[in-house]
Nanobody, 120 residues
Framework: QVQLVDSGGGLVQAGDSLRLSCAASGRTFSNYAMGWFRQAPGKERELVAG????????YYVDSVKGRFTISRDNTKNTVYLQMNSLKPEDTAVYYC?????????????WGQGTQVTVSS
């Protein structure tokens, strides 16, 4: 299996940027599609962005399109989420996850989560 450690969250103001990182260890990183999920209080966890093994395909939920960018470096076993123009509604705990199947399905390995708080 793969172990994930995510980091980079914090408290920022609306309009600011943050970059989340997720370091993977264990099984071969490039065998997994990677994703970033978030969960706000009282809401279900949602897939925010996903990237396939080779970085040739990505997915974004509509609410972050044009503001967030997911990327990965298979030489460093790391996936990133660059978040620009942050809004208060982006406030949530963000989790990286790995899927052996696809960038939309099959996420079975999770990081511990990192808090992102955006003040207005």
């Amino acid at each position: 299996q793969v172990q994930l450690v995510d980091s980079g969250g914090g408290l920022v103001q609306a309009g600011d940027s943050l970059r989340l990182s997720c370091a993977a260890s264990g099984r071969t990183f490039s065998n997994y599609a990677m994703g970033w999920f978030r969960q706000a209080p009282g809401k279900e966890r949602e897939l925010v962005a996903g990237i396939n093994r080779s970085s040739s395909n990505t997915y974004y939920v509509d609410s972050v399109k044009g503001r967030f960018t997911i990327s990965r470096d298979n030489t460093k076993n790391t996936v990133y989420l660059q978040m620009n123009s942050l809004k208060p509604e982006d406030t949530a705990v963000y989790y990286c996850a790995a899927s052996p199947l696809s960038l939309r399905l099959g996420y079975g390995y999770w990081g511990q989560g990192t808090q992102v708080t955006v003040s207005s």
